[in-house]
């Protein structure tokens, strides 16, 4: 919201409301916000959990020192959707990316939500049914891929090779034809992915002889297949105790670098 705010008083000459248009002084803006909520506001809930006593159950495995973990406040998820959100609201440029964030953090915060009331309310350590949580997963993956093939706003940048027919002089010496290279964006099913060549894959030969007209649903079944893996893999490396605020770190560190550096006409 603040991009566009900034974005009318630099139209109006506002001293300094230009800096809002740099990506790296709005990253590093929401780091700091982020930051900050994490701090100041994840001691208060923390504190808070602990009072009303939603703690971690723990089960037994033999294993030394894991039962220490008992009590440990959970549903501190709040504070990781917190960080995310707030931050990429006020300091975000609007598009179909951030829109699709936003609903997939919301979408998977509630996934989680629920699994923790289960857990603590219920009384039941397992939580939010597997199957419950794959469906809401699933969905939650055709809602992505079904959207990032169908918008029109959904592009890839490439490099276009046109031919300049008018003719220019340069010391003095004419030339007709030069060629130059121009961005276009492009409407395509191709992905940046390591060790293929030119760092490209494309999904529409993931499955030789498929007709175009199909190409959506091997493109979302993909999606789906990513979104659903990523969330469990997530789940299953925070471990014992049900904490997942290491991974989740992990995870929008990774995340992060990857959306400024796309997001840098230089780096991208």
Not at 132 to 161: M, P
Not at 218 to 227: D, M, R, S
């Amino acid at each position: 919201m603040l991009y566009y705010l900034f974005e009318y008083l630099d139209k109006i000459d506002f001293p300094g409301a230009g800096v809002f248009q740099y990506i790296s002084f709005r990253a590093g803006a929401a780091i700091g916000l982020s930051l900050l909520i994490s701090i100041y506001f994840g001691y208060r809930i923390i504190d808070y959990l602990r009072l009303k006593q939603v703690g971690e159950s723990i089960r037994d495995l033999g294993l030394d020192g894991q039962m220490k973990k008992k009590g440990t406040p959970t549903m501190g998820g709040l504070i990781i959707i917190a960080a995310i959100l707030i931050p990429v609201i006020l300091f975000a440029k609007f598009n179909v990316y951030i829109f699709l964030l936003v609903i997939t953090t919301l979408w998977t915060g509630l996934i989680g939500f629920v699994d923790d009331y289960i857990k603590i309310f219920r009384k039941n350590k397992d939580g939010l049914q597997g199957k419950f949580k794959v469906v809401g997963q699933v969905g939650l993956g055709l809602i992505v891929g079904l959207t990032l093939y169908f918008n029109d706003s959904v592009v890839i940048r490439e490099y276009a090779e046109t031919q300049r027919t008018d003719p220019i002089f340069i010391e003095q010496r004419q030339i007709d034809r030069t060629e130059t290279r121009d961005f276009i964006d492009v409407k395509s099913t191709r992905t940046t992915i390591p060790f293929f060549k030119n760092n490209e894959f494309d999904y529409d030969r993931l499955v030789p002889g498929l007709p175009d007209s199909l190409t959506w649903l091997v493109y979302t079944l993909v999606a789906t297949f990513i979104i659903t893996a990523v969330s469990n893999g997530a789940n299953i490396t925070d471990g014992i105790d049900g904490l997942a605020a290491g991974s989740s770190a992990i995870i929008g560190i990774t995340l992060g670098i990857l959306a400024y550096i796309s997001g840098n006409t230089i780096f991208a």
